[in-house]
């Protein structure tokens, strides 16, 4: 198996604070892996340090074999010739101004086999409202868009930050049927989500970050079968959810 | 998702064109057409609808920056009187040919936009602002200078509107044919700035106004695409100013002082930079408060101040800004 993503040893400060001690963790060929924790464990900080929205200071990461440490977000995100890395950032960051349709021109045209046309199959509700302005979509509606923005990348990797946020559980199983078949698709996900229920019942793996370092890796149904366990590392939103 | 924000689905930018805006658009058109005709019958004259077009230009241009990139450009007088004096220095030292003059200014203003573009954009905000003022006096100074070249501070003199050579002959730009000259680089301008703004490329240029890091994890960089933004409008700026030469039949220094740049980024406010005309709406009220106003007082300036204060504290999407709102309410 390939691995499409390794990050190794990641140092992350936000000014003076550290936010993260040494994470590493891998993703590999058309793998869902979930990374859990709780509220300020430094899971959105992992996503960024990644794609280097947040530069860490020390440590290295890899995508697709290749070693990524120190390129700007946009190579990144576009990949050098294999497909890059499709980032989807936990509330949405839509541009308000434009319609959804303009949203989705804005990531440059790569080859593959998403576009606006599969992109609007898979996701018929924006098809419908391709000139409504981002601004005034639903939550639900947005986050799709937020992902079929990262799918026009066409990447083999996607990062997605908690995709459930906000949204009421018929939007939430809407969205996750996406993520199904995009899977389905052979495109790997890393998945960031509190609410540890839903994450483990779809992931392959599972991460649970606490205070900046990972303190748990391990199949996700092994995870899934305790859930003393679930309920201790994952913190308090995994009980409710169950 | 309700019922009540599907009832204003029209663009806040004010760009794409359904239905009643194709209409507006046309009554728009005819009225700028049918301008040497109509303006004498309400008391005016037609140099200063040439005038309009020309500011109006030279704001639309740098809005593309201002408005929809967002970037605070206090120096685009520089593109302007560049595109003046290339003009006025082509018909004056190498030969009468007006489309060459044309050419001559819109190059000198849109490549040193060009060249200066990814010197200004590595800085945001405030100091961008600061860059854009110093590079513009930069080139103040050297017109002010070089005085057996450029006539130094008394402007540049001793060239005039040459008739235009056409396929079918030359015209003689008298005062209403030059309107048209000016309504047709006008509509050339403008239209290159729609495009834009309707491509791909516009879209990621409000996505950089509205946030930049967004726009890199979709694998667009910022850099290249503002720097892209600041040649066009410095194109299109330039265009401006090569008009505003052959209009006067004179370009001065002040055609490249800070002072105008300020007028530029007020004309863009007045009018409302979210707006694609807003611009051209804020010129024609500035050119008419300056022919009009300061007939009355040479204090005019002070009666723009205070409409800009008032727009600003209470309209902050400009004039046309609230149009549009009214409308579409």
Known sequence: MTLLLEAEGIEAYYGKSHILHGVSLSVAEGEVVTLLGRNGAGKTTTLRAIMRLTPPREGRVRIFGQDVTGWPTHRIARGSGNGGVGYVPEGRHMFRHLTVEENLRVPPPTPGQWSLATIFSLFPRLAERRTSKAGRLSGGEQEMLAIARALLLNPRLLLLDEPSQGLAPVIVEEVMQAVRRMRSEGTAILLVEQNAILALAFADRAYVLSDGAIIHEGPAAELAADSEKVKSLAGARASRAA | ?329
């Open chain 2, 1 to 329: 998702m309700s019922v009540e924000t599907e009832a204003r689905p029209r663009s806040r930018a004010g760009l794409a064109l359904p239905g009643d805006e194709k209409l507006r658009f046309a009554i728009f058109a005819v009225l700028l057409l049918a301008a040497p005709f109509w303006l004498p019958l309400v008391g005016s004259y037609t140099d200063l609808g040439t005038r309009v077009l020309v500011y109006a230009l030279a704001a639309m241009g740098l809005n593309l920056l201002l408005g929809f990139t967002g970037g605070l450009s206090f120096g685009h007088a520089a593109y302007f009187g560049l595109g003046a004096y290339g003009t006025g220095l082509m018909l004056r030292y190498v030969g009468p040919n007006m489309w060459l003059a044309v050419l001559a200014g819109v190059l000198l203003g849109g490549v040193a936009a060009t060249l200066l573009g990814p010197l200004v954009m590595k800085r945001r905000g405030i100091y961008f602002a600061m860059i854009t003022i110093a590079f513009g006096q930069m080139f103040y100074f050297i017109a002010v200078r070089w005085n057996n070249f450029t006539g130094g501070e008394d402007g540049l003199t001793g060239f005039q509107r040459e008739p235009l050579a056409l396929p079918g002959g030359a015209i003689h730009l008298t005062t209403v044919p030059f309107y048209y000259f000016v309504l047709a680089f006008f509509a050339v301008g403008a239209f290159v700035l729609w495009w834009v703004l309707n491509s791909p490329l516009g879209h990621a240029m409000v996505g950089a106004r509205e946030n930049a890091r967004r726009l890199e994890f979709l694998g667009v960089r910022v850099e290249r695409l503002t720097w892209i933004a600041f040649a066009i409008s410095g194109f299109v700026t330039a265009l401006a100013g090569s008009m505003s030469a052959l209009l006067n039949n004179f370009t001065s220094p002040l055609d490249l002082y800070w002072q105008l740049s300020g007028y530029f980024v007020i004309i863009c406010v007045l009018g409302g930079m979210r707006n694609f005309w807003g611009p051209f709406l804020g010129a024609a009220i500035y050119v008419l408060m300056q022919d009009y106003a300061s007939s009355v007082t040479k204090n005019w300036l002070s009666v723009i101040g205070l409409m800009f204060i008032l727009v600003v504290l209470f309209f902050p999407r400009g004039l046309l800004g609230v149009l549009a709102r009214r409308r579409s309410a």
